[in-house]
T-cell receptor, first 111, second 116 residues
Framework: TQLLEQSPQFLSIQEGENLTVYCNSSSVFSSLQWYRQEPGEGPVLLVTVVTGGEVKKLKRLTFQFGDARKDSSLHITAAQPGDTGLYLCAGAGDSSYKLIFGSGTRLLVRP | DTEVTQTPKHLVMGMTNKKSLKCEQHMGHRAMYWYKQKAKKPPELMFVYSYEKLSINESVPSRFSPECPNSSLLNLHLHALQPEDSALYLC?????WGTGGAAGYTFGSGTRLTVV
């Protein structure tokens, strides 16, 4: 069974601070996605990474896929209250097309 | 249209009731999914439909019955549910089953189900 562990589980920071969320597995994934979910809403896709070592930037968000395609990180620069939400990584395996979600990181950015 | 629309947004049902959740997308996506999400947990896959055929049933109890009437619609029929089935039920779609992992999923806003 493929598992994705995210850390930290919960993060409370002040507006303007930087943060990094990690997504780790012992399994190889063909691609990895990051979603953000707000209370009472469905997850919204932020980015998909498919190549080992790939780095993608989305304004203040930087996503990296590990060289071995087993882990990923999300770095947010100068966090804003609007970044508050549940961040989920999700991976699709090499042998299974099922999208497996990580355990989630709940981010609170205080004004 | 780049949305997945789910109705109803909220549903309260008794343990003897029969109800249905509906999901619609007009993006031409050929894979559609049902996920269940409990409070403070990640979504868990329930069913996958690919080209209107059931591809995956993640050992979901038979009191949940999915249906895909056409390429744009996905239903989830509910019967004799238990209070522990209370959760947020999410519908999602992707270009197709094989490439969904690379292209990403589009999720609906979900149906908040409460079983009393």
């Amino acid at each position: 069974t493929q598992l994705l562990e995210q850390s930290p589980q919960f993060l409370s920071i002040q507006e303007g601070e930087n943060l990094t969320v990690y997504c780790n597995s012992s399994s190889v994934f063909s691609s990895l996605q990051w979603y953000r979910q707000e209370p009472g809403e469905g997850p919204v896709l932020l980015v998909t990474v498919v190549t080992g070592g790939e780095v993608k930037k989305l304004k203040r968000l930087t996503f990296q896929f590990g060289d071995a395609r087993k882990d990923s990180s999300l770095h947010i620069t100068a966090a804003q209250p609007g970044d508050t939400g549940l961040y989920l990584c999700a991976g699709a395996g090499d042998s299974s097309y099922k999208l497996i979600f990580g355990s989630g990181t709940r981010l609170l950015v205080r004004p | 249209d780049t949305e997945v629309t789910q109705t109803p947004k909220h549903l309260v049902m008794g343990m003897t009731n029969k109800k249905s959740l509906k999901c619609e997308q007009h993006m031409g996506h050929r894979a559609m999914y049902w996920y269940k999400q409990k409070a403070k947990k990640p979504p868990e896959l329930m069913f996958v439909y690919s080209y209107e055929k059931l591809s995956i049933n993640e050992s979901v109890p038979s009191r949940f019955s999915p249906e895909c009437p056409n390429s744009s619609l996905l239903n989830l029929h509910l019967h004799a549910l238990q209070p522990e089935d209370s959760a947020l039920y999410l519908c999602a779609s992707s270009q197709d089953w094989g490439t969904g992992g690379a292209a990403g999923y589009t999720f609906g806003s979900g149906t908040r189900l409460t079983v009393v």
